[in-house]
């Protein structure tokens, strides 16, 4: 399989002054138009779509990109943004709260209130202001964890203080639940 830039199909370049942020112009998109019936023709259009990718660093896992469809104006988080569910953070691979709050900031950067948002789980469809709303959470129980901490409150103790009680009702209904969150802070701060 051909690298990115030498197929026929692909054209890319670096722009930007960050590091990992980069231009891809995807030109094999047909639409084909059938007409049935004597004397008709058969014909396609080419389609060109612009994606600008980026590369946040480590914050859900160690791959976190969005990709920024600007024509259309639609941004797709990845995993960086669980629309309506506390997120898993993989401090394996160099992961943390910290990185998902930057990506989560870049992203809002990236948006305006017309924006169609994509995140990696949830509510498939989002927006601007539950991204905003996303953000807040992450940056709330951060600072709830990060003050019971260094308080010097145990890992167990800072669960059964419940930093996250505020937010349970919204974002603690799916797989990570409000504990298992908890620990996923207490672990990055």
Do not use: C
């Not at 054209?11 to 138009?33: E, I, K, N, Q």
């Not at 998902?100 to 992203?107: F, G, L, Q, R, S």
């Amino acid at each position: 399989m051909p690298a990115i830039g030498s197929s026929p199909h692909f054209g890319a370049r670096v722009s930007g002054p960050r590091l990992g942020h980069a231009d891809l112009t995807y030109r094999s998109a047909y639409l084909r138009f059938e007409h049935l019936g004597p004397g008709a023709a058969l014909s396609s259009l080419a389609l060109t779509v612009m994606a600008s990718i980026t590369y946040y660093g480590p914050a859900h896992t160690d791959g976190d990109i969005s990709v920024t469809f600007a024509e259309a104006d639609i941004l797709h988080t990845g995993d960086t943004f669980w629309n309506g569910f506390y997120p898993f953070i993989d401090y394996s691979t160099g992961s943390g709260i910290d990185g998902m709050i930057k990506a989560t900031e870049a992203n809002l950067a990236t948006a305006t209130d017309k924006t169609i948002v994509i995140p990696g789980h949830g509510n498939p469809v989002s927006n601007r202001t539950e991204l905003s709303a996303y953000r807040d959470m992450l940056v709330a129980i951060h600072d709830n964890v990060a003050r019971l901490k260094q308080q010097g409150r145990p890992l167990e103790e800072t669960i059964g203080a419940k930093p996250t009680a505020a937010f349970d009702a919204k974002w603690g209904q799916f797989l990570i639940t409000p504990a298992l969150f908890t620990r996923l802070v207490y672990e990055g701060v």
